[in-house]
């Protein structure tokens, strides 16, 4: 079976599409033969990215000229793709090409577009607007949660019988270390952006540091890139006079990220809604205590192994950063929780129902 996936996402972003394309593709390589069968993959990359995803025989690096969410998109890559042979095309993020040569399979990872369409700039919004038709047009559609697939429904008007809830999973990277030095340090591992919501961690870390009993209180390390509107955020930590303490790291290398998790005293995700929430999945995976909202698809993947939150409550947040930092016992039953729920995560099995569903649409 021949495979066209469209992973020019990896160069634009490492982080979220761009990790589940790559964690993917090479899962998808690390299947037995037997399981494989005759899979033949050509790597769509961007032509700014020279180094092939995958490193084997079977899977095939082919540099595209077209850049992602570009508005002229749809008509480059239908040019681009004219001469790709492929029986099946798969389009990780969300919108695939509405003229193509054969059927496709889209993944959507979260509608927080749709949910709060007042949290995306104009020119994103004009883009994600498109999900509606790329619904209608794909063969078949994966959802990384049950949570997305009921939005799928719901808001985007799915045809049910096209959807198939496929898990993300940890890379192999993420795993327990030993327990971090005192104080130590809170993570906040996302995107700055305003469905992350921030702030809420912030006003509950400025609450922890005027009432709280914990001192020395650890600093708060924020990592991820600069997303769309992202300045509210950050001036949060101005307003809430938080300089000294918040440490704004920026994006970091994956490579660097488990050493950051495992360091961590606590991670903390207090986003408004998310379609998987891979930065808490990876926190549980190294052993990291996990306090996150009760949003979207963050109780399916942090289950009983974190304390799930509301969204929007800053003094129930301090309460929770304070129970996790002053007692030991609930945090090492954290640490013990996070590894084990984890591993009901793989993307070895992502791998083989993925391919199921490359050879069911193929056929």
Same mark, same amino acid.
């Given at each position: 079976?021949?495979?066209?996936?469209?992973?020019?996402?990896?160069?634009?972003?490492?982080?979220?599409?761009?990790?589940?394309? !790559?964690?993917?593709?090479?899962?998808? %390589?690390?299947?037995?033969?037997?399981?494989?069968?005759?899979?033949?993959? !050509?790597?769509?990359?961007?032509?700014?990215?020279?180094?092939?995803?995958?490193?084997?025989?079977? #899977?095939?690096?082919?540099?595209?000229?077209?850049?992602?969410?570009?508005? #002229?998109?749809?008509?480059?890559?239908?040019?681009?793709? &004219?001469?790709?042979?492929?029986?099946?095309?798969?389009?990780?993020?969300?919108?695939?090409?509405?003229?193509?040569?054969?059927?496709?399979?889209?993944?959507?990872?979260?509608?927080?577009?749709?949910?709060?369409?007042?949290?995306?700039?104009?020119?994103?919004?004009?883009? /994600?607007?498109?999900?509606?038709?790329?619904?209608?047009?794909?063969?078949?559609?994966?959802?990384?949660?049950?949570?997305? &697939?009921?939005?799928?429904?719901?808001?985007?008007?799915?045809?049910?019988?096209?959807?198939?809830?496929? /898990?993300?999973?940890?890379?192999?990277? @993420?795993?327990?270390?030993?327990?971090?030095? +005192?104080?130590? /340090?809170?993570?906040?591992?996302?995107?700055?952006?305003?469905?992350?919501?921030?702030?809420?961690?912030?006003?509950?870390?400025?609450?922890?540091?005027?009432? *709280?009993?914990?001192?020395?209180?650890?600093?708060?390390?924020?990592?991820?890139?600069?997303?769309?509107?992202?300045?509210?955020?950050?001036?949060?930590?101005?307003?809430?006079?938080?300089?000294?303490?918040?440490?704004?790291?920026?994006?970091?290398?994956?490579?660097? +990220?488990? $050493?950051?998790?495992?360091? $961590?005293?606590? @991670?903390?995700?207090?986003?408004?809604?998310?379609?998987?929430?891979? *930065?808490?999945?990876?926190?549980?995976?190294?052993?990291?205590?996990?306090?996150?909202?009760?949003?979207?698809?963050?109780?399916?993947?942090?289950?009983?192994?974190?304390?799930?939150?509301?969204?929007?409550?800053?003094?129930?947040? %301090?309460?929770?950063?304070?129970?996790?930092?002053?007692?030991?016992?609930?945090?090492?039953? +954290?640490?013990?929780?996070?590894?084990?729920? &984890?591993?009901? @995560?793989?993307?070895?099995?992502?791998?083989?129902? !993925?391919?199921?569903?490359?050879?069911?649409?193929?056929?």
């Amino acid at each position: 079976m021949r495979l066209a996936f469209d992973a020019r996402m990896v160069y634009y972003r490492r982080a979220g599409i761009g990790q589940y394309s !790559t964690q993917l593709l090479q899962a998808l %390589a690390d299947l037995a033969p037997a399981e494989a069968g005759d899979l033949r993959v !050509t790597v769509l990359q961007s032509r700014k990215d020279p180094v092939p995803l995958v490193h084997d025989p079977r #899977f095939r690096r082919r540099p595209l000229i077209t850049p992602c969410h570009h508005r #002229f998109e749809q008509a480059g890559l239908a040019v681009e793709l &004219a001469t790709v042979r492929a029986d099946v095309l798969h389009s990780p993020d969300f919108i695939p090409p509405f003229h193509r040569r054969c059927p496709a399979v889209i993944t959507v990872h979260d509608l927080a577009f749709l949910r709060f369409p007042d949290l995306l700039t104009g020119e994103s919004g004009r883009y /994600y607007g498109q999900i509606r038709r790329a619904v209608q047009s794909a063969e078949a559609i994966i959802a990384v949660s049950t949570s997305t &697939a009921h939005d799928l429904v719901e808001l985007a008007g799915a045809d049910p019988q096209k959807i198939h809830t496929i /898990y993300e999973a940890a890379a192999p990277i @993420f795993r327990r270390g030993p327990p971090p030095a +005192l104080p130590g /340090y809170l993570l906040f591992v996302s995107t700055i952006e305003p469905r992350k919501n921030l702030r809420t961690l912030l006003e509950a870390y400025r609450l922890l540091l005027d009432g *709280g009993r914990v001192r020395p209180v650890p600093p708060l390390w924020v990592v991820g890139q600069r997303g769309w509107l992202y300045a509210e955020s950050l001036q949060a930590i101005r307003d809430l006079h938080l300089d000294d303490t918040v440490r704004l790291l920026g994006g970091v290398d994956a490579a660097a +990220l488990p $050493a950051l998790y495992q360091g $961590a005293r606590l @991670f903390a995700l207090p986003s408004l809604y998310e379609g998987f929430g891979l *930065g808490a999945l990876e926190a549980l995976a190294c052993g990291t205590p996990v306090l996150a909202t009760a949003a979207g698809a963050l109780p399916e993947v942090v289950g009983e192994a974190g304390i799930l939150l509301p969204p929007t409550d800053p003094a129930g947040w %301090a309460v929770a950063l304070e129970q996790v930092l002053s007692d030991p016992a609930l945090a090492a039953d +954290l640490r013990r929780r996070g590894p084990v729920q &984890a591993a009901r @995560f793989s993307w070895a099995r992502a791998a083989r129902q !993925t391919l199921a569903l490359y050879q069911q649409v193929a056929r």
